[in-house]
C-alpha cells in the first residue's frame, strides 16, 4: 500500500528506538521515546496515518502490544532467533536495529511469531508463577533433608514431608536441637505456605470460564491431568495455527534438530528452540501415561525393546501430543476406536 507507514521498533526496558518509513523507503523519522505509556499515547498522536508496526519478541514486548494494538493498521511481533540471522551487521546500535526491523516489515520479510491473546497470557503468567512456586517448594524439601544430613539425623525419606511424622521427629529424636528445630520449622512453614498458594493459582485456573470447558475436554485424554490441560492449553493458545501433528511436536520441543549438507544428514539430540514450559510437563506426564492407558504402554513398551528407555517415553509424549492436538482442534471429548483387522476379499 503505497500510503501505508511502516514503524521498526526496537524494545527496551527503558527506552524505545523507532524507525518511521513510507512504502518507498524514504525515512519519515526516527529516534527514541521512554519507555511507558504516557509517552507512547504523546508519540502516537505525532504518527501519520495509517500505520503498521513490527517490534522483537522480548519480555517487555507484551504491554506495548496490548497498547499499540488499538491504534494500528496492523501490529507484528518478529521471531528474535529468525531476525537475528537476517538483521545480522558489523555495525549494531538501537537506532540501526529500529531501521532493520522497518525495512524486513515493509518489504515483507519479517519472520513473524505467534503472539496470544491478552487473556490468555495473562492467565499463562499465573500458570508460570504456580510452576515457579512449585520450583521453590521443592528446593525447600530438599533443604529440609539436607539439615537432617547435616546433622547425622535417621529420618524415613518417604514420610520425611508428611505433618503427623515430622512433628514426631522434631518432637521425639534427641540429635535434633533448639537450634536446627527452629531452622526445620521454618523450612516446614514455608512449604506449607506455598503448597496452599499452590493449590489456590490452580484452583482458580480450573474454574476459569475462558478454560474451565478447554480443560475438561482435555483430562478425558488417558495420563492427562490438570496440570498437564492447563499447560497444554495456555502455552499452545489456538491450536488451529499447527497444521500438523509434526508442527506440534517440533514446537513442544519433543524432536531433534537436523543439520545437512551435501549428502551429509546429521541428527542432534533435542532441540533448544521449543516451548520448555510444554517440554517439561509432557514428558513427565509420559512417564506416568503407561500405567494409565494400556494403548501408550504397549507404544513404551514397543519403543523400549529397541534398548532406550528415554526414546520410549519421548515417543509417548509424541503420542501425547498427537491426542491433545486431536480433542483441542475437533473441540470433542477422547474417544478410543476400535479397529478390527478385515481381510479383503
Known sequence: MQNMYYIGLDVHKRTISYCVKDAGGRVYAEGSLPATRFDLDRWMKKLPQPWTAAMEATVFTGWIYDHLQPHAAALKVAHP?????????????????????????????????????????????????????????????????????????????????????????????????EGLCSLLRLCRETVVRLQRTESALVRSLERDSLLMDRVERLMTIPAVGPITALTWALEIGDPQRFSSIKKAISYCGLCGAEKSSANTVQRTPLSKQRNKHLQTTLIEAAKMAPRNSPALAMLYDKEKQKGNANRATLAVARKLVAYLIAVDRGQRKFQVVETSNCIAA
Do not use: W
Open 81 to 177: 532467533l529468525m531476525l537475528r540471522a537476517i538483521a545480522a551487521a558489523k555495525k549494531k546500535n538501537d537506532r540501526i536495529d529500529a531501521s532493520k526491523i522497518c525495512d524486513c516489515l515493509r518489504c515483507d520479510f519479517l519472520p513473524e511469531c505467534y503472539m496470544a491473546s491478552t487473556a490468555i497470557r495473562e492467565r499463562r503468567r499465573t500458570l508460570r508463577h504456580r510452576n515457579l512456586l512449585v520450583r521453590q517448594m521443592v528446593q525447600m524439601k530438599n533443604k529440609i533433608g539436607m539439615l537432617l544430613m547435616e546433622a547425622g539425623v535417621s529420618y524415613n525419606k518417604q514420610r520425611l514431608h508428611k505433618a503427623g511424622y515430622f512433628r514426631e521427629l522434631l518432637a521425639t529424636n534427641p540429635d535434633i536441637d
